[in-house]
T-cell receptor, first 113, second 116 residues
Framework: GQQLNQSPQSMFIQEGEDVSMNCTSS?????WLWYKQDPGEGPVLLIA?????ELTSNGRLTAQFGITRKDSFLNISASIPSDVGIYFC?????????????FGKGTRLSVIA | NAGVTQTPKFQVLKTGQSMTLQCAQD?????MYWYRQDPGMGLRLIYY???????DKGEVPNGYNVSRLNKREFSLRLESAAPSQTSVYFC???????????????FGSGTRLTVV
C-alpha cells in the first residue's frame, strides 16, 4: 500500500524553540492533513491542505503542501509544554470519493521546560 | 456533541476469546473507519465503510470482521483473539466528501485491547 515517510521519529526540544517535521511520499497526494494525538486520546485534526503550494497557519502552527505534491511539512513556533504529543501526517490520493487516508508513523514531541 | 464514541475503553481478552468493539457517531457522517495503532507503526487501516451498507478491507483486515449496522454505528469484531491483536483501536468518521472540501476524520478516544 501507499506509504508516508515521516521524520523525525522523535524530538526533544526546549520550551520556546521552534519545531519542524515533514512527510514525504513516492506517490502524488491531493490532500495533506496534520493531526496531533495527546496521551490516551484519539488524533485531532490540526491543519488540512488541499492545493499544491498552499501554506496554512493555525495559531503557532504552519503547514505547507509541497509543490511536487509528494511532501508536506509542519512547523510549530515558540513551543510550549502542551505541545507534547504525537504528530501525524496523513494524505489522500483521491480528490473526491472515499479513498481512505494514509498515515505516517508519527513524530513524538517532548518539550523540556 | 459527543462526536465519535467508542466502547469499551479498555478490555483484556484471553487468546481465542471473541469480542465486538462498538463505535457510534452522531455527526451524520457517511464514512466510518477502523484503525489500529501500535508503537512505531502509526495508524493502520483495518476496515472502512464508505456508506451505509458497504464495507471494504484496509491494510490489515486479517482476523477482523466489521458490520455497518446503520449510518451511526460501525462495529469491529474479533472472532478468535490473538496476542498479535493487542493494540489500541480507533474508530473515525468523515463528513460526506461530496460536501465542501473538508476531508478530515473525527476520531474516537480509542479502545485499549490486551490479548493474553
Amino acid at each position: 500500500g501507499q506509504q508516508l515517510n515521516q521524520s523525525p521519529q522523535s524530538m526533544f526540544i526546549q520550551e520556546g524553540e521552534d519545531v519542524s517535521m515533514n512527510c514525504t511520499s513516492s506517490s502524488i497526494f491531493n490532500t495533506w492533513l496534520w493531526y496531533k494525538q495527546d496521551p490516551g486520546e484519539g488524533p485531532v485534526l490540526l491543519i488540512a491542505l488541499y492545493k499544491a503550494g498552499e501554506l496554512t497557519s493555525n495559531g503557532r502552527l504552519t503547514a505547507q503542501f509541497g509543490i511536487t505534491r509528494k511532501d508536506s511539512f509542519l512547523n510549530i513556533s515558540a513551543s510550549i509544554p502542551s505541545d507534547v504529543g504525537i504528530y501525524f501526517c496523513a494524505g489522500r490520493i483521491g480528490v473526491v470519493g472515499n479513498t481512505p487516508l494514509v498515515f505516517g508513523k508519527g513524530t513524538r514531541l517532548s518539550v523540556i521546560a | 456533541n459527543a462526536g465519535v464514541t467508542q466502547t469499551p475503553k479498555f478490555q483484556v481478552l484471553k487468546t481465542g476469546q471473541s469480542m465486538t468493539l462498538q463505535c457510534a457517531q452522531d455527526m451524520n457522517h457517511n464514512s466510518m473507519y477502523w484503525y489500529r495503532q501500535d508503537p512505531g507503526m502509526g495508524l493502520r487501516l483495518i476496515y472502512y465503510s464508505a456508506s451505509e451498507g458497504t464495507t471494504d478491507k484496509g491494510e490489515v483486515p486479517n482476523g477482523y470482521n466489521v458490520s455497518r449496522l446503520n449510518k451511526r454505528e460501525f462495529s469491529l469484531r474479533l472472532e478468535s483473539a490473538a496476542p498479535s491483536q493487542t493494540s489500541v483501536y480507533f474508530c473515525a468518521s468523515r463528513v460526506n466528501p461530496a460536501v465542501g472540501s473538508n476531508s478530515g476524520y473525527t476520531f474516537g478516544s480509542g479502545t485499549r485491547l490486551t490479548v493474553v
